[in-house]
């Protein structure tokens, strides 16, 4: 399989123009957080706000705004049960990202299916975790008129897919993903986590054990919804985020045996200034 060159990162990862304002940067919706779930919203978030995302909107439920408001004072905060107010922020974004510890209730699945079909092809939608859990479970076709990005763990793979871990290979898996929607992104994560877009398939060679905590894959999500806030959607920009994610915890896994996922959103300003210089 083709292997995602480090070069990309340069690519991507653009001077900013010295007269832009936030307007620039892109708008992220991240709906995502339930009862028992809130913290995976607090990381997807932040890593949307630490790669530079324009402005954040957080729909979630109103006991996880104050935690949100202490720890992400740059984001702002909806109510994703407050149907007018979820429809009114998703025609107000760029980039829409649903999943992250919305676990699978019912009000869940209305906010999946609120996403999947008020979005338009303008927009991009990133479809993670339970979003992808409900999308399996209700048997829903995977349509939307935004650029679609699945980034399910290989579990939400097989539900999505129906394809055992064992069977999981890039032939089962992009024919797996023509027959789903042939215009989706796949980011299938993993060791060493590979990407699926029409005919091209790649593959990350950076990743680590230390990864293997949750959140790490919220974090993911929200890292790559504001790299298509400000750099756009393609495979490109896809990759880009994707490998920024386990560069960045491969350098905190040489001391550290364990990589917190904040430790990882900590450091995405400083990387991203670094991979912006063009020596
Ligand atoms: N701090 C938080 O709030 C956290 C919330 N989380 C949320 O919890 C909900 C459930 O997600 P989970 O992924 O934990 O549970 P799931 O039940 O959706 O997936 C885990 C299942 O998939 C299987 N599996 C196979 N390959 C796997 C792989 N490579 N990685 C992970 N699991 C694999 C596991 O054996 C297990 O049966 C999601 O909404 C998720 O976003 C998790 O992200 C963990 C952290
Ligand atoms: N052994 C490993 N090697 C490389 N990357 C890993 C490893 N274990 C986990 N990861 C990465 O960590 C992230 C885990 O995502 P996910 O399972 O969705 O986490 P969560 O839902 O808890 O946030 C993915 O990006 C995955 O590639
Ligand atoms: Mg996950």
């Not at 480090?6 to 123009?17: D, Y």
């Not at 399910?152 to 069977?167: F, N, T, Y």
């Not at 989706?184 to 790649?202: F, G, I, P, R, W």
């Amino acid at each position: 399989m083709e292997k995602i060159n480090k070069s990309v990162l340069n690519q991507v990862i653009t001077p900013r123009n010295p007269e832009s304002y936030k307007g620039n940067y892109g708008k992220v919706l991240i709906i995502s957080g339930s009862t028992h779930f809130g913290g995976a919203t607090i990381l997807c978030s932040s890593a949307a706000v630490n790669t530079g995302s324009g402005l954040v909107t957080v729909a979630t439920i109103p006991e996880k705004f104050t935690a949100i408001n202490v720890k992400i004072p740059e984001a702002m905060t909806i109510d994703y049960q407050n149907k007018k107010a979820l429809t009114e922020a998703i025609k107000n974004s760029d980039v829409i990202a649903v999943g992250p510890g919305l676990g699978t209730s019912s009000i869940a699945k209305g906010v999946v299916k609120a996403a999947l079909t008020q979005t338009n092809n303008k927009q991009t939608l990133i479809l993670d975790a339970s979003a992808i859990t409900i999308i399996a479970q209700e048997n829903w076709p995977l349509e939307s008129k935004a650029n679609l990005i699945l980034t399910p763990h290989q579990g939400e793979w097989q539900r999505l897919s129906g394809l055992d871990i064992a069977e999981q290979n890039p032939k089962s898996n992009a024919q797996s993903l023509q027959q789903l929607n042939p215009e989706a992104l796949l980011v299938l994560k993993k060791h060493h986590s590979e990407v699926y877009y029409h005919e091209t398939t790649a593959q990350i060679e950076a990743g680590n054990p230390g990864m293997a905590t949750g959140g790490m894959g919220d974090t993911l999500t929200g890292i790559i919804a504001g790299f298509i806030a400000q750099f756009g959607f393609s495979f490109q920009t896809v990759s880009a985020g994707l490998l920024l994610h386990s560069t960045i915890a491969d350098k905190l896994n040489k001391d550290n045996y364990v990589v917190l996922p904040s430790k990882v959103i900590e450091k995405l300003p400083k990387y991203m200034a670094k991979y912006s210089y063009k020596d």
